[in-house]
């Protein structure tokens, strides 16, 4: 089955340490999204990427880091410069332009402690 | 500044209780407006795009309105399983970013 998966569903991390938040998908999407949501919030985009090795930052990059080496494949880095990282992560891809149809990953919940 | 506001915040309601969900918007430049399903500990769930005034989608119990300035969401007949918290998001036109509401936690009572 195609779709969009991410890993691992909760991570726990120590404050100044740096952590790799997995997303990969095989649904032949272009694009591909990283969003953040906290509690009572909307979903607030991170970084996002139209095509291999290339990446475009979102409204809240600070502190963030992506790679996009493959095509299936658009990993998360949360640095310790990330101020206050505690959140739950979504990650999502679509055909090119159609970043409003994408479709999302279960998410990863991250807490800091 | 361009924003999206929902409302009301949380909704209780007997099954079979119809009701709507509001979005108001304000942008420059609407692409489209969407609606989205979230279960709890889960990512959204694609559901509806809507990009004029007047224009109407419809998914089993669900039906979305647009109007130039909100889009309502109307619950008809509602069942335990359509308990979930719903998004409003709409698309600017100057640079296609997606601006997405809080959303509206809907819980139906058997």
């Known amino acids: 089955d195609g779709g969009i998966t991410q890993s691992p569903k909760y991570l726990f991390r120590k404050e100044g340490q740096n952590v790799t938040l997995s997303c990969e998908q095989n649904l032949n999407h272009d694009a591909m999204y990283w969003y953040r949501q906290d509690p009572g919030q909307g979903l607030r985009l991170i970084y996002y990427s139209q095509i291999v090795n290339d990446f475009q930052k979102g409204d809240i990059a600070e502190g963030y880091s992506v790679s996009r080496e493959k095509k299936e494949s658009f990993p998360l880095t949360v640095t310790s410069a990330q101020k206050n990282p505690t959140a739950f992560y979504l990650c999502a891809s679509s055909m090119r332009d159609k970043a409003a149809e994408a479709f999302f990953g279960q998410g990863t919940r991250l807490t800091v402690v | 500044e361009d924003q999206v506001t929902q409302s009301p915040e949380a909704l209780r309601l007997q099954e079979g209780e119809s009701s709507s969900l509001n979005c108001s918007y304000t942008?420059?430049?609407?692409?489209?407006l969407f609606w989205y399903r979230q279960d709890p500990g889960k990512g959204p769930e694609f559901l509806f795009t809507l990009y004029s005034a007047g224009e109407e989608k419809e998914k089993e119990r669900l039906k979305a309105t647009l109007t130039k300035k909100e889009s309502f969401l109307h619950i008809t007949a509602p069942k335990p399983e359509d308990s979930a918290t719903y998004l409003c998001a709409v698309g600017r036109g100057r640079d296609d970013k997606i601006i997405f509401g809080k959303g509206t936690r809907l819980h139906i009572l058997p």
């Open positions: 942008v420059s430049g609407l692409r489209g």
